[in-house]
């Protein structure tokens, strides 16, 4: 595996392509210009242009980072409002909520997805003009009669007083205009670059998947964020389908789901992880409750229900484990129900995500040794100042690499990193761990235990997908250096 700092673009630069289901947040205006997506690209030279003007685009956005600061200071989340918690009900395994849309894949969610989670929606609007405070001009008018006339000297102080207030209120109206038109500029050049690239996946990657799989081009533009209308067959075709599940034995084992629950009571005195399918009703109305689309009302209920249900059948050995239900959601928002399914089951199938859905603490502790000694060679000041706090890491990085970082990191942190990690295994977890540490570090190091253990466990939401995957990207841990520190701590060997 080649080192994905390269293929990210290389070196901070490498936080490469921002354009997945998430915010744009600091592109300066001043970068060079992305030609418009030819009308009728047909030959392979073209699409080869395209794609180096779309990952040259985003190396020279990225190299801009000193102004990500000032950028991201004015970009504004779009609240989702929450819904207040609904009653208790028997989980469903068929039919669609009674107020909802029927499910429809990516085509039946772009309405409400692409105002949520589009990195369009999150760029700043501009904020109306300043206006000059209504008592601004009294400073100008004459006392009132009881009161002593102003001197000659106060009415020229307060004159120069009122055209320096006159003064600075047109230099920030004239400083939130150029705002206006650099953020207006950002998001032209991001569409730009989003039809670019898209244009590439559509028409050299998708169709000769097999053999460019694992060309630098791909790793380049997975680390650049892959666009969101081609994220769910890309991630389909780098998860794979090793366990051979087809679409009808999704609807085999969902149905199974639902005559257990079905049975009410007696489904309880089930034996083995089938008796967990009553848990994940209570789960589902945790996951993701700002977007409002997995609760019981919402359009996505039913659908995750299914697909959980039908793994816990699918998978008694492994059962349903808290937290999975975010991962499944994630895969819903890109994917039809059963090939969410299908990638669900054969994600929980890699190595390590498998050990951490079984909790077998012996293998879960092999990861947890090896990444010590990566973050201890990586980020040694962290590490020491943790190790000097008595911090555990499995406090934090079981719900980490359980979920894959669907809980763990803001949803279009989350989408970029899955970008990386189904193409690249799973040293992109442990990648992806450090380089938050690394992003954070200056914050940790200042931090008490407590502060730690809340802060690990509720990162910010308006952490920048773009400026975190450069980080990542910048944190060089490589997937044979992973793979070493498994084996040394699987052996039991002194780590370093």
């Keep these: 595996m080649t080192d994905t700092a390269d293929a990210a673009g290389g070196g901070p630069a490498s936080r490469a392509l921002e354009e997945s289901c998430e915010g744009v947040a600091g592109i300066d205006a001043t970068r060079e210009h992305v030609s418009p997506v030819p009308t009728s690209p047909t030959s392979p030279t073209s699409a080869d242009v395209r794609a180096e003007e779309a990952l040259e685009y985003y190396r020279t956005a990225v190299a801009r980072s000193d102004h990500a600061d000032d950028i991201d200071s004015d970009i504004e989340l779009e609240g989702v409002p929450s819904t207040p918690a609904s009653p208790a009900r028997v989980p469903s395994f068929t039919g669609q909520a009674p107020s909802s849309p029927a499910h429809a894949g990516l085509a039946g969610l772009a309405n409400v997805f692409s105002k949520v989670l589009s990195p369009f929606h999150r760029l700043a609007r501009a904020a109306p003009p300043p206006t000059t405070a209504p008592t601004a001009h009294l400073i100008l008018e004459a006392r009132p009669s009881n009161l002593p006339a102003k001197t000659p000297e106060e009415e020229r102080r307060h004159r120069l007083q009122f055209e320096a207030m006159m003064e600075g209120s047109r230099r920030k109206q004239a400083q939130d205009e150029e705002r206006r038109l650099r953020l207006e500029a950002a998001r032209r050049k991001k569409e730009q670059a989003i039809l670019c690239a898209q244009g590439v996946w559509l028409e050299t990657v998708l169709p000769d998947w097999k053999h460019k799989r694992d060309s630098k081009r791909v790793h380049d533009l997975a680390w650049a964020g892959v666009p969101p209308r081609v994220r769910g067959r890309v991630w389909s075709l780098a998860i794979g389908n090793e366990l ?31 008796a967990s399918v009553q848990l994940i009703g209570l789960d589902i109305s945790r996951t993701y409750p700002k977007l409002c689309m997995f609760q019981t009302e919402g359009p996505f209920y039913h659908p995750l229900l299914g697909l959980l249900g039908a793994y816990v059948f699918f998978r008694p050995d492994v059962g349903y484990v808290q937290g999975m239900s975010f991962a499944a959601a994630v895969l819903l928002l890109s994917m039809e129900p059963a090939d969410a399914f299908i990638a669900f089951a054969n994600l929980y199938n890699r190595p390590c995500l498998r050990a951490f859905a079984r909790l077998n603490i012996k293998e879960m502790d092999v990861y947890f040794r090896a990444y010590a000694a990566l973050l201890a060679h990586h980020e040694p000041r962290v590490y020491a100042y943790m190790k000097h706090l008595e911090i555990r890491h499995d406090v934090y990085l079981t719900d980490w690499f359980l979920t894959a970082y669907s809980r763990g990191l ?78 040394r701590a699987a052996e039991d060997q002194p780590l370093p």
């Design 410 to 487: 803001p949803l279009e942190a989350a989408c970029r990193v899955w970008d990386v990690f189904f193409l690249e295994g799973d040293y992109i977890l442990a990648r992806v761990a450090i380089g938050v540490l690394r992003h954070f570090r200056e914050q940790i190091l200042t931090m008490d235990f407590d502060t730690i253990m809340v802060f690990m466990k509720n990162l910010p939401e308006t952490l920048s997908d773009d400026r975190l995957m450069a980080t990542i990207a910048a944190t060089h841990v490589t997937a044979k250096e992973f793979e070493d520190a498994l084996a």
């Design 244 to 274: 051979n599940i087809t679409p009808e034995l999704f609807d085999i084992y969902k149905a199974r789901a639902h005559q257990h629950v079905a049975r009410g009571k007696a489904a309880e005195k089930a034996a083995g992880f089938e």
